[in-house]
Each structure stands twice: as structure tokens, then as C-alpha cells.
């Protein structure tokens, strides 16, 4: 008998007997599986969907539950609040925060759609609240709706496309939306019909000439093979809990000592890869320290271990992390006067790690050479008060001269600190949902959304709160359609 691998298709012509048969096999129960299961199942398809856990979730059952919405004039959540949204500047976003990374398909349809995807997430039952939160926040802690939740208002970013909130969250009280809203989307495909099988875990997949016709997984402490007559979408995550792929892939994350996922090993990837599918921007990832905001830190000054700035400190909280990461050795600063400084939960991490009467007493206090960091803080007050940085270009009302002491240094580790992360890099995928080859031709019968693909978050640097979200409902719905089409 042929040898089951993740690594290689097993051949239709080796299996003995089919144990399970459906139109549609779906590998995942997260958002992106629980889409794609409602998508395939509204198209006429049946459908098993297949979880590896004993219940729904995945990363996106741990995550805020909040989706990266905007365009065709603003959802009604941002025409209440004041906002007009117009397609062409949330397509602008869409494609400057995906950087070198986007896929700018991906951003035009997802772009055009997004609002008919915001009425079909009404459709099977998402609340939304409808009201606008102002402020720079993680996520809502009460049930409030719209956002700002990325870079929008900050440069280079507002200078591209005219600033709107998106982030659309579930109205939820309190943080952790991202349960009640697979909840929603469970339930949703459930009623539609379609088989939830847990505790099963995808072995291998099945090949019949060329074409994915079905998957072998592990049920009981039994091999079974499951005929897919049309197709297999693979929803499995990313490979952030898979050391092997990370050092391989992406080493930059073992700076970092958070990860965050639920079984994120790589399964979909290595299936995928195995089949002929290409994986792309395996290097990506996302991180954040998210405890440095409470929005009065967003006053403050980062600097690295030689007292330089390197970013722009209004633009979101992850796109600062992944910033401070790429940055020499292993720690940076966060510099605060005493108007602005706040001290973050011990949960976070984060030290004091100088003070000071003066800049440059905070500066030996950090064995800084003379004449740095006083030298940083004193060109940035000095720009700060005339309501410029032409360094960075931070904006007012964020910019001003921290100036009023005593001062302090914060200290973000990037092993002791709370630096939380998430891979970005995964199968190559068209708008369709297929898996595309080398050639960028679809691998018959293979279907994939979420994070085990590159998607619309594809950039760590340009990462916006929502966008994960967004990518995997969206493009799960995708792939669901066109694994009933066959």
C-alpha cells in the first residue's frame, strides 16, 4: 500500500475502499473553513467539513473578532459616523498596507465586494452594534463597532488614500469577539446541512491523474479516506506553532517569544506544497506589543539601542512592533515626558528602564553615548513645536514636544516582553480560492483561504487590525464557491 504523507498526494488508484464520499471536503473550522462550508453549501454542493480539535475556533475563535471593511461610499456604521469611504481609497489602503506583498487582485475584488460581504456576514446572523468608537484602541471593550484599526490616518498612509475607520467588530462586550463570531458562522453552516466531523485530523491528500479528489484523515485512531467529488479547500492556518517551517522560512520570529494560534503547525501549507501548489512571502509575519497604547503613548518617541528613531509613532500599534523587530539588537525604547506617560499592565512586560530630570540624564541612565538620544529628543522637540517631523512625518494632533518632566525610558524586549505574532506567508492562491502551481496555473481540485495562504494581509509591515478577518471570510467564501462549482 502506498505510504500516506502530508508531503505527496496518495493515489486514488491505492485506495482500497472510500470511507466517507461528499462533493466537498473542507479542512478547518475556523472562519475561513466555516465560510467556505457555507458558501459550498449554498451552491447545491454537500459538504463534510473536517477539525482537527474537539470544536470550532481556530486562530480566529482567539482572536477580536473584527473585520477590515470599507468602500462604496462607507458601510452605514461610517456614513453615521460622518465618514465617506469611496472604493478607490480603500483599494489605495488595501494595496499600500499589502506592500511589496499584494496581491492587487485580490485588493480590487475584495474591494468592490466588501460591502456586499459586510450584508452577507448580516445575513447569518453577525450583530453589529452600528456606532462609532473614537480614540486609538486594540479593540472595543464594549460593544462598539467601527474603528480606527490600522495606519489610515498616518503617514505614508494618509497621503495615499483619504483616512476612514474600518475595522467592523461584533457586537460583543468586552475583548474576544472573534468566538461569538465563528459561534455565528458555525451555527449558519450547520443549519445549511453541512457534516462537522472533529476530532479528525487531515493525513494526507488524495490524487486521481493530476486532479485532488479526496483526503485521508485520522478518525479514531483510524485511517479513513474521504472521496471529494468536486474538491478540497484547505482552511488550516498559519505555520507559527511549526519550529522546523519558522526556522526554514521565517527565522525573524525567534526574536519574539509569543506566538499566538490555535495548532497553527503548517498542515495546509505542506499539503498544499505537496500537491504542486506554490508558497509565497514565507517570510512575512505579524507582531505587535500592543500594551504600549494607551493612545497617550502614541505621543511618544521610539527609539532603538543608539537612540535613533524609526518610526513614525501615530500609525498603528503592529506596524510600529514589526518596525522596532527589524531594528539592532534585541530591545527598543519607549521614550514618554510626564504628561503622557502611563504605566503599562504587568501582563505586558514592559520595564522602566530610565529616568530622568533631563534627556540626557535619561540617556546615561540607559549607557547611551553622550549625545544621541538628548541629540534625538532635541531635534524632535524642536520640529514638534514648530507641528512638524520631517524625519518621520508624524501629525498633529498625535505630534507634540514631550518636554514636560520628569522623563522616562520604557524598555520593549523582544524576548521578555509581550510581543505576540502571527505568520502572514502561505499558498498562492488566485481570487477564485484555487491553488495555484509554480506555472500560477490551479492545481484541479484544490481549494485553500485563511492564513494558510498569502492573502490580503500579506505584508507584516503594512498589517492592519481586521485584515486577517476580512481575508479569510471573504476569500473562504471564494473557495467554497468554486470547490461546489468542481
Known amino acids: ?26 479542512i478547518g473550522f475556523g472562519a475561513a473553513g466555516a465560510c467556505a462550508a457555507i458558501e459550498a453549501a449554498d451552491s447545491g454542493a454537500q459538504v463534510m467539513l473536517f477539525e482537527r480539535n474537539s470544536g470550532s475556533g481556530g486562530a480566529s475563535g482567539l482572536s477580536g473578532g473584527e473585520i477590515y471593511i470599507g468602500g462604496g461610499g462607507g458601510t452605514d456604521a461610517q456614513r453615521e459616523a460622518g465618514f465617506e469611504d469611496s472604493t478607490e481609497d480603500f483599494i489605495a489602503y488595501l494595496k499600500a498596507a499589502g506592500g511589496p506583498c499584494i496581491d492587487e487582485a485580490k485588493c480590487d475584488l475584495y474591494g468592490h465586494q466588501a460591502l456586499a460581504h459586510y450584508d452577507w456576514l448580516k445575513a447569518q446572523g453577525v450583530p453589529y452594534r452600528g456606532n462609532y468608537l473614537p480614540g486609538k484602541h486594540i479593540e472595543p471593550t464594549d460593544d462598539s463597532t467601527l474603528i480606527w484599526s490600522g495606519s489610515e490616518a498616518a503617514a505614508p498612509f494618509c497621503d495615499v488614500a483619504k483616512p476612514a475607520p474600518r475595522g467592523h467588530t461584533i457586537q460583543h462586550m468586552g ?7 465563528v459561534d455565528v458562522l458555525e451555527a449558519s453552516a450547520r443549519s445549511k446541512g453541512v457534516e462537522v466531523v472533529l476530532d479528525s485530523r487531515a493525513l494526507a491528500l488524495i490524487e486521481d491523474s493530476g486532479r485532488i479528489c479526496g483526503v485521508v484523515v485520522r478518525i479514531d485512531n483510524q485511517t479513513r479516506f474521504v472521496r471529494a467529488r468536486k474538491g478540497v479547500v484547505l482552511a488550516t492556518g498559519g505555520f507559527v506553532f511549526n519550529e522546523t517551517m519558522r526556522s526554514r522560512y521565517c527565522p525573524d520570529t525567534f526574536k519574539l517569544n509569543d506566538p499566538i494560534g490555535d495548532k497553527d503547525d503548517g498542515i ?6 505537496g500537491a504542486g501548489g506554490q508558497a509565497i512571502h514565507m517570510e512575512q509575519f505579524f507582531t505587535t506589543c500592543p500594551w504600549t497604547m494607551p493612545e497617550s503613548h502614541a505621543y511618544g518617541v521610539f527609539v532603538n539601542i543608539h ?10 500599534h503592529g506596524r510600529v512592533s514589526r518596525c522596532a523587530v527589524d531594528q539592532p539588537g534585541s530591545k527598543v525604547y519607549l521614550l514618554l515626558d510626564n504628561a503622557h506617560f502611563t504605566q503599562p499592565p504587568d501582563f505586558a512586560r514592559i520595564a522602566i528602564a530610565a529616568t530622568g530630570d533631563t534627556w540626557d540624564e535619561v540617556e546615561a541612565e540607559l549607557a547611551m553615548p553622550s549625545g544621541t538620544l538628548a541629540a534625538t529628543m532635541a531635534l524632535y ?9 520631517p524625519l518621520f512625518d508624524k501629525r498633529a494632533p498625535i505630534l507634540v514636544a514631550l518636554d514636560q518632566g520628569p522623563f522616562v525610558a520604557l524598555e520593549l524586549d523582544f524576548q521578555a516582553s509581550y510581543f505576540s505574532f502571527f505568520t502572514l506567508g502561505g499558498l498562492h492562491t488566485s481570487t477564485a480560492g484555487e491553488v495555484l502551481g509554480g506555472d500560477d496555473v490551479p492545481i484541479p481540485g484544490l481549494f485553500a483561504a485563511g492564513r494558510c495562504t498569502s492573502g490580503l494581509p500579506a505584508w507584516g509591515h503594512g498589517y492592519s487590525s481586521g485584515m486577517s478577518l476580512a481575508d479569510c471570510t471573504f476569500f473562504g467564501r471564494q473557495a467554497g464557491r ?5
Open 1 to 26: 500500500m502506498s505510504e500516506v504523507s502530508l508531503h505527496r498526494p496518495f493515489p486514488a488508484s491505492a485506495v482500497e475502499q472510500w470511507d466517507l464520499e461528499t462533493d466537498v471536503a473542507v
Open 307 to 316: 537612540g535613533q528613531r524609526f518610526i513614525n509613532e501615530d500609525c498603528y
Open 482 to 486: 468554486s470547490a461546489a462549482r468542481g
Open 175 to 181: 475583548w474576544g469577539g472573534g468566538r461569538p463570531l
Open 381 to 389: 522637540n524642536a520640529h514638534a513645536h514648530e507641528g512638524r517631523d
Open 268 to 273: 495546509g501549507i505542506q499539503l498544499g506544497m
